[in-house]
């Protein structure tokens, strides 16, 4: 294995554990603060158990949430020291407020953990509310700068060398609202969905319990919207990457040659050698209206660029189709929800609904996965796009395999234990 | 002195904010190490009371103390790439190591409050807890102690011209790094035992935490004589700024007169005072070092200004860190007044 091959490994290994406890870092507390808001309203008790569960939760995976993320922090160094040479002052600045965000959340979370008894119902709720939003801060501060690694602004460049810089620019990049959207919804929606699912599976077996409907429903109150409304910024997300990054337009999209009215893509497997897709269902000018909302609207094939410039085909094009179909079954799934609860019937109740909820538990956390796969992978060859190559950004220690497997190990260790953890913590309740 | 002053700039303030994070960090985070350090140590007829006063202790606020680290990093990225990317180049092992010393603290940690007694039993957490928290601060300070003693500068030029081992390992694995690192464990361990006396309401359990605070400032007196004698050879500069700089002897007096002040305090029982002082220490430490290599960032290579960001990127840092500030401050004094001992 290369030095390169393996500093990829271990980053997106970090990342793609660090992204899962991120988004229930962001969205948990929310699901706690409204259970909380539920029981101050109500007097109901359940509430305040629910309460109580989930800020459990959002303790265990916000330590390790810290933890993983301090990590990262570090090895944008120890791995790519020549990116944060280059760019640190540019993406330094998102960093630091995130810094912040982060400050925040952590000493809220102490407060609410530990206050429960110590500060008035009202302070304990704000402390919950500031958990729950500077979570979301903090994500779009961290996205902020990886929308600048895809669609880099505020640079002026001279043959290779930083002449002048303009942070603020950086910061609001093209990619930055859309891909914040997309990712703030994408945390609602696999973790709204996925405690929804848990709940939904308890509640088929025993289907009295209040505290795990009560759950169910302020699970869906978070996710049921956000997968709704996730298609909607992945479309805004797609417009975005077809104007400032067509080569990755092409590979997620496994489209070849140059042409208008380009068909949308299901499936199909890329054959980079050969230059063509074989076995995909095309939908005629699909992708031409999807990308630019004109049926006869140019699509840059992957033969316009540079055979070194393209991305690895095969983990983007699966990646997005498996994005695409996963967050589509929520969505379908969580409208069915939303059907239900306006015709004032029993959410709870419906039986295939409760199965559907169960089925698409996990579909959140495979779908994040799959889309960072594409955003990072189809950025490739580049570390900041069209500035920076990956391989030029590397650090020159040796060996780098050796911190990749201590890093797998402490990190399967650890998801290991955080598993067992919860589902013995789902177990107590069912 | 007028000239110090004058050199001081927009850079220099910045690396002044990021010393202050740091020092902040060493006070707050570095304290919840040095509680590791005596659930390890724990010993007695209170052994247990002993660990339990530790937990209740660190558990509401070091998730906070440890987002320090963080901002110390991510300011020092932002303000000083080339710094950044030069440590984390050379340093690369130490730094490692120290990166899986904080993940299994802070995961045992939590893990052994939060039901993982099925899963590796409460002591497996709480020893791997306690061993974490005593390796991470030592690696802090050989850190610093490779920086402090010009090896790093000396490798980061040899990158690509010299050995796996010249370049990687010989600036830190050095008997200066590894004497601070011994250092500021003591000094961690140090300021734990002091405050942990402070907050126990038990007399007895009071007394344990003050008899440990009394050993440790003796090591910490041991360990210091031992680093300042390292450094004649292993960090000449450092050595000459800490004896030689005309500030030097105000600086050594006023370390001198807060460690007296913290071991009487300690002897008389005053924890509050001993508390102010050894945390007066403590910052002066890390300042004395901080002056005796200015203006270099890493000696004898880089100074402040050399690398420093464009002056945009400083000033709104600056502006952040105002902003920043500005919540962070009422936040932390809401966190520590709620849970300050006095309200048990």
Redesign the interface.
Known sequence: MSDLFAARSQMALSLGFHIIFAEIGIALPLLMVIAEWRWRRTGDAVYLQLAKRWAKGSAILFAVGAVSGTVLSFELGLLWPKFMQFAGAIVGLPFSLEGFAFFTEAIFLGVYLYGWDRISPRAHLAAGLIVAASGAASAVFVVMVNAWMNTPAGVVLDAGTITGIDPIAGMFNPSTVQQALHMLLAAYAATGLAVAGIHAAILLRRPALPFHRHALIVALAVGAPAAILQPLSGDLSARTVARWQPVKLAALEAQFETERGAPLRIGGWPDADARQTKFALEIPSGLSLAAFHDPNAEVKGLSAFPRDAWPPLLPVHFGFQIMVALGTAMAVVSLWAAVVAVRRRDVAGSVWLLRALAVVAPFGFIATEAGWTVTEVGRQPWVVQGILRTADAVTPMPGLIVPLLVFTALYFLLGAIVIALVAGMVRETA | MSGFLASIGLPEIVAGLIVLALNAYVLMGGADFGGGVWDLLAGGPRRKEQREHIASSI???W??N??W???V???L??????V??????VL?IP??VM??G???R??A???R????E???GRRGWGLAFAVASTVTPILLGVIIGAVASGDVAAAAAR??HAS?VDV?VIPWLAPFPIAVGLFALALFAFLAAVYLALGATDPELQNDFRRRALGAAAVVFVLAIIALLVARSGAPIVAEGVTGAPWAIALHLCTGAAAVTAILALWTRRYGLARIAAAGQVSFILWGWVLAQYPFVIPPALTIRQAA??P??LE??LI??A??AA??IP??R??FK??APA?K
């Open positions: 558990a509401p606020i998730e906070a440890h987002v680290l963080i901002i990093v991510v300011m990225f932002t303000a000083f790439p080339i950044y990317a030069t440590l984390a180049t690369h730094l490692l990166l899986v904080i993940v299994l802070g995961s940690f939590v893990f409050s939060y039901g993982g099925k899963y590796g990158v690509g796996f990687f960001a464009p945009v990127t709104l840092l952040g860190l902003a920043g919540i962070l936040s932390l809401y966190l709620t849970f309200a």
